[in-house]
């Protein structure tokens, strides 16, 4: 039996929802190595802290005994994962597939333990996988089963292509449960109705079903949408020092607590002392960001590149004597004005946009002056001097005009 | 190139669609030999009239020069042709497939020139079917496109089951059309969407594409369905002399002419002036289906054969004097009254529906005095005793009881 601090920790920490909770925990309670599954599509090697959301949960239940299975979805990824996306996307060549696999494995480890990690790849099975096998699979489903799913639902409902290849996915992914024999597989929440599959196909061939383990989504450091790279608001595992660290100095307040929940081993009672701190006006948050960027920097690196990356930014970022408070633009509110498909904007424009010029002559005077730089939120910064560059801020950066004008862009 | 009346005969006599028609008569005209594809279904091993039909078809083109190929759909068969099925159908072992499809071929060649035909087995590519040949065919088409086929549509509309395997079904069939190279693909008219996407499928791999050759549904000898075995209004190409002349005597008389069309050789010309023949009612139909049944007999047989099973539907049916009319009731208002799902009635209520007995009590009389009997069409007759023996008439039968009160089954 686990210790109720154990336990609580394993069900309700960094956990949206576990189908079924109840014979979960039986199952750890049992004694018995669990087998815990993960599949990864290798047509997205870069893992970001959202996916060391669910790497720290397998690392959890390693050192209580338990087993990791990565399955390299080299098949799969062929066809490209449909849940969540809104179109059929393009396939990959097995040479994209093993060269992105590798780069997957290194970053798995750094939070993954390889001593209790088996890592198999679905052309295992797949590679000889015969028609027989696809009508055995396919005839056990519905279509109709398959279009209920969200995404599914809503791209036939606007008449947007579904090709019948992606029918196929979770079929191939549940079947990867049966011939592991997962007892546990993990996934972000929008995995739900892949991971149910697995549990059916397992019961309708004869294995114990395997439980659903689904993580929350991290919100990205724009504070708004999940974290991810195409929407470049993600911290990369294989960040350097500095950057790891300025990225998290970079979130909003409003995330220091969720951080620390998803990503750290901040004990509960502490985090709990931490989230009343928080909730008083009284208190500064920097100091409670800082010790979060010093230890997930150490997470991924060492103490003395963590202390490092701390030094850089105080000398930097913070020795730059901002003030404390200045004029703050959500970057929402400023993308209504970009003058590009991407969100970027005329440097004459945003002085104006932002209330830092009175009018286009001014922003071409500041400019032509050299008295414009963008200082970035991780420590960088560069001069502005072309009224006709693009410009694309990111949440956390400062655009400073002259000695004593200054505005904050915020997510 | 071909004389007009022989093209006349090949694109018009006996063919609901050619999809294109212009593409094709011009491919017949380029004295190529042609690919001719069929596929059977060995799910299905009993030819009957109704596939006649294509069989003649086939046969018109070899003596053209050009090749059938035929395609036992080991595979597909074990998925079941969705096409026109108001359900998933069960699968077929390989073991009842390669018996049914000894059986289908003694019974396609009495029509089919087996020197002009080529016989393959789908087993011989998909024995070796990749999941990767399977995730190459399902991407090229999308779950929306199947789902607008008519019984799919249908089926999906109403929430009955769709097996994801049933979706396979067309694209492997396609698959042949691209494995055989067809130039022409035969199918009845509710195969039109399945030898479309051959078509489509072809064209996408490199191919030309085929022509889609689609029949007309020949209409069974109760002269309102489709003939088809589980309605049991077929005749087969296995029956006995006697049987096969007897059945189709049993036809309605507006099924002559279409009869003669699509299932004789009668030149066009004679064919109009039976037409016009029949439309009189001065003239007693009798004879044009006597000899219509001798030339199907004959086909099947030999002129020997044809002439006992005239001479025995003579003396065993037409000498059992009965009147040339009687009293007609039809199949479905019977069905209505009947006391099994399957249609068959109890003889005592059947001689009260009929009118033959004024009571139950009466029938029940006439029932114990052994003075009932059915007559089938095709010669034979059988005595009903039994009041609570069940009876299912088909068209053409005739009940009489008594010496001089007859009924007639119409369909």
């Known amino acids: 039996m686990l210790s109720p601090e154990t336990l609580d920790t394993i069900v309700n920490r960094g956990v949206s929802e576990i189908i079924s909770r109840d014979e979960f925990v039986r199952m750890l309670n049992s004694g018995r190595p669990l087998r815990l599954k993960m599949g990864f599509d290798p047509s997205r090697p870069d893992i970001h802290l959202g996916h060391v959301v669910g790497l720290r949960k397998l690392r959890q239940l390693q050192e209580l005994g338990h087993q990791v299975i990565l399955i390299v979805g080299d098949w799969t990824a062929q066809i490209g994962d449909p849940s969540g996306q809104s179109a059929t996307r393009p396939m990959l060549t097995h040479e994209q597939v093993m060269e992105n696999a590798q780069s997957y494995l290194r970053q798995f480890f750094k939070v993954v333990d390889e001593d209790r990690a088996q890592v198999v790849q679905q052309s295992e099975w797949f590679g000889k996988f015969t028609l027989a096998d696809v009508i055995g699979l396919t005839g056990r489903f519905t279509v109709a089963q398959f279009l209920q799913r969200a995404d599914f639902a809503q791209r036939f409902a606007e008449q947007r292509a579904i090709a019948i ?192 010029a009175p009018s286009n002559a001014e922003a071409r005077r500041l400019l032509t002056q050299g008295a414009v730089e963008l200082l970035t939120a991780t420590g960088g910064s560069s001069r502005l001097d072309d009224e006709r560059a693009f410009v694309s801020p990111s949440a956390g950066d400062v655009l400073r005009a002259g000695r004593r004008r200054f505005v904050r862009f915020t997510g």
């Open 165 to 356: 290849t992606e029918l196929l996915y979770p079929l191939l992914q549940a079947y990867d449960s049966v011939v592991i024999e997962s007892d546990v597989e993990f996934g972000g929440t929008d995995q739900m109705f892949n991971l149910l599959v697995g549990r059916e196909l397992q019961g309708m061939m004869g294995q114990t079903p395997q439980q659903c383990f689904m993580m929350p989504i991290l919100v990205g450091t724009d504070g708004v949408q999940k974290m991810s790279k195409s929407l470049d608001n993600y911290v990369a595992v294989d960040e350097r020092p500095e950057e790891m660290y300025g990225k998290i100095m970079s979130i909003g307040d409003s995330q220091i607590a969720n951080y620390y929940e998803l990503l750290t081993d901040l004990p509960a009672s502490s985090l709990a002392d931490l989230q009343r701190d928080l909730s008083q006006d009284s208190v500064n948050p920097m100091e409670h960001k800082k010790r979060l960027a010093w230890d997930i920097t150490n997470q991924f690196h060492d103490p003395a590149s963590a202390d490092a990356a701390q030094a850089h930014f105080e000398r930097v970022v913070q020795g730059r004597n901002l003030p404390d408070e200045m004029p703050e633009l959500s970057l929402a509110d400023l993308k209504e004005q970009a003058d590009a498909p991407d969100g970027a904007i005329r440097a004459d424009r945003l002085l104006v946009a932002t209330g830092l």
